[in-house]
Structures are given as C-alpha cells and as structure tokens.
C-alpha cells in the first residue's frame, strides 16, 4: 500500500478543526469513517455541488421535512469550518422556530453555486482528524483513514453518503449554508 499523502506535520495543539470534530465526537459517539468524511468534505468544499434543478431540490427538502421526524437534540446553527463560514443548519430546531423552508431552500441554494471550497482545507482537516485518531480521540483506526482519503483523492475528492449507523442512530436532517446567507433566513427575528 502507498504512503498516505495527507500532510502529518502540522501543529495539531492549536488547530481549532480539532475543536469541532470534539463537538461532534461527543455528539455523535458512534460516528463512522464515512461520516467524519461528510463532514470534513463539506467544511472544506461547502455544498456537494452546484445546484442546477431548483424544483428537485425544494422537493427534498419537503419530503425530508414530512419523514424526517423525531431525533437527537442539535444546535440550530452547527459550525462545521473554523472560520464560521460554513454551517450546517438543523432542520428540526429551523423548523421548531418556524423557518421558513423555502428560504433555506434559497440559501443553500446560494451556497452550492457560489461558494468556493478548498481541496487544501479537505486535506488539512482530514490531517486533524487523522492525528486524533492516532491519538484515539476518535472511533476510527488511522491505516483505514489513509485508505479512504487516497481512494476518494483518486475520485477527485466526491461527496459522500452518511454511513448506515449514523443514519439509524441520529436520523441527521440538514443543510449545508454559507454564514453569509444566514441572515436571510430571519432567525433573530
């Protein structure tokens, strides 16, 4: 097997990534590979891709809001990158408080076709998290980290499906937002 390219020499003390992979690990202890992935993918690149067929969209989100019933408690608004920049937007605290699901439609439709990732966050991130495998801060073994990252950098890096126990047991429903488009969605108000 090749060596992982993921780069290994970055000081890990100060990374505030660290921060929230421990947020989600405590959240969510049964997380599997696939899904640390998810989310490291999306903090890097934002949206899965850009958004060409608005009505199939709005048609996902009304028929994950008619199955997507009871689940764990989640924060509103997730912070998935250091910067704030990217969040996930909880669909049962948005729709607790009454948001208006077609103007979270409208911002993660923003979000998929105008935010810019970064392959260099994905392998940053991914670095973070491997190191605290390593350092058995998460369920996940290191050697089967780098095999996932070199497979899915040989695909290009593709977005990925949350793992089967993740779905069973946190049933996650949201969307990915730029923090620029928050304040389109009137939450303060």
């Known amino acids: 097997m090749e060596k992982s390219t993921v780069p290994q020499n970055i000081p890990f003390f100060s990374d505030p990534f660290r921060f929230i992979l421990l947020d989600h690990n405590q959240r969510y202890p049964h997380w599997q590979m696939e899904d640390i992935y998810k989310m490291i993918h999306q903090a890097a690149l934002g949206s899965e891709h850009a958004v060409k067929n608005i009505p199939a969209v709005q048609n996902w989100m009304e ?27 909880h669909l049962r605290p948005y729709v607790g408080m009454h948001g208006d699901p077609r103007a979270l439609v409208e911002a993660f439709i923003s979000t998929a076709n105008r935010f810019k990732g970064s392959i260099d966050d994905l392998e940053n991130f991914w670095a973070t998290a491997r190191q605290m495998a390593v350092e058995r801060k998460l369920p996940v073994k290191p050697t089967e980290m780098d095999s996932l990252f070199d497979k899915a950098k040989k695909e290009g890096f593709p977005a ?8 069973k047991l946190y049933r996650p429903a949201y969307r990915v937002v730029a923090a620029e488009f928050v304040a389109s969605l009137h939450l303060l108000n």
């Open 63 to 89: 028929r994950e809001l008619a199955i997507m019933g009871e689940g764990p408690e989640e924060p509103l608004l997730d912070p998935i990158r250091p910067d704030r920049s990217i969040l996930r937007i």
């Open 160 to 167: 990925h499906e949350h793992s089967s126990i993740f779905e």
